[in-house]
């Protein structure tokens, strides 16, 4: 049986997939698409699976329609976009410089991200405990923000190249410094910003509206399918560098565009979802171990799972201790920590 099925499309376009990959994806989008149903119906108004896909096409009871379409479906939209961009830029971060232990929280992005939105809270509230300047200029904070974490952590850490432990370690430096300046936000800032901003460091989707949504998914979906276009320049990355500039590849040019399209996913994710942490380790991981290494697979068979996990932690923060809510981020960081922790015990080369 073939493993890889050849589609040709006219003279110039042609391509094989990877069925078991493809058998993978399906599944995975199976499983999404159930916890999102089944995400959407939980709550203190209960509805099936089968009730929620019925109100959100606008059948069913009417009041089923209301809960869901104007409280529930944003933040599960939220929720899933964010997972997704985090896992995805988790992937290319440890496709391009070839280290299973990079991702963006781990390498301070994620950080410098929170410091920008907390200090766009702080510096842009008035008296009356709203912002003077649009929320639209939100995700652009966040993505100065986790650029110049990225910049940050790129300068340090190069010595004659990216050496995976060098990065590692520099991110982590990166990262605390980025705790402590948002915590110095925090502290000069309105008193009244400090609360949301110390669920926003954690991560929650609480709040999301249909404004967030519509700022998010464009910005998201976009950056999602460049990464797709790119998956080519990933593969290259990770032969090495003089195995890649042998093949012709601008290694150097092609590592900027990676960090860059990384960074703004990241920011995207920040900037509505809060800092989120270790989606972008574990998905990439797992993604890895369904599908195998090859990027064009591995994107968004991580995007998924990425999808799925802060869904479901968003779910379990809804249902386990209701009504008081745990933000996301304590259930990604209560199973991401032990499993870094785990990355670096397996790991040789440290």
Known sequence: MKKYITVRMGKHISFFYDKK?????AALIAAAVLLFLISIGSGEMRMSPLEAAAALFGYGEEIH??????????????????????AAA????????????????????TGGAAAAVVGFLALFSDENNSLTVSIHWLPLA??????????????????????????????????????ALTTLLMITGPIYRASQANVWITGSVYGASWQHVSLMAPWVIGLLLVAILAARHVNVQELGDELAI?????????????????TALTGGAVAFAGGIGFVGLMAPHMARRLVGSAFGALLPTAALLGGVFVMGADLAGRLLLAPTEIPAGVFTAAIGAPYFIYLLYRSRKL
């Open 142 to 179: 966040a993505f100065l923000g986790a650029a110049a974490a990225a910049w940050l952590v790129y300068m340090l850490a190069w010595k004659n190249g990216l050496a995976p432990l060098r990065l590692v370690l520099v991110g982590i430096g990166v990262s605390a410094l980025m705790q």
């Open 246 to 262: 042998g093949l012709g590849g601008a290694v150097e040019r092609q590592r900027l565009r990676l960090v860059l399209l990384s």
């Open 21 to 25: 990959a493809v058998a993978v994806l």
């Open 90 to 109: 988790g992937a290319i971060l440890q496709g391009m410089v070839r280290n299973p232990l990079a991702s963006p929280d781990v390498l301070g992005i």
């Open 65 to 86: 329609q209301t809960v869901i379409v104007t409280f529930r479906l944003p933040r599960v939209l939220v929720a899933w976009l964010a997972g997704m961009a985090l």
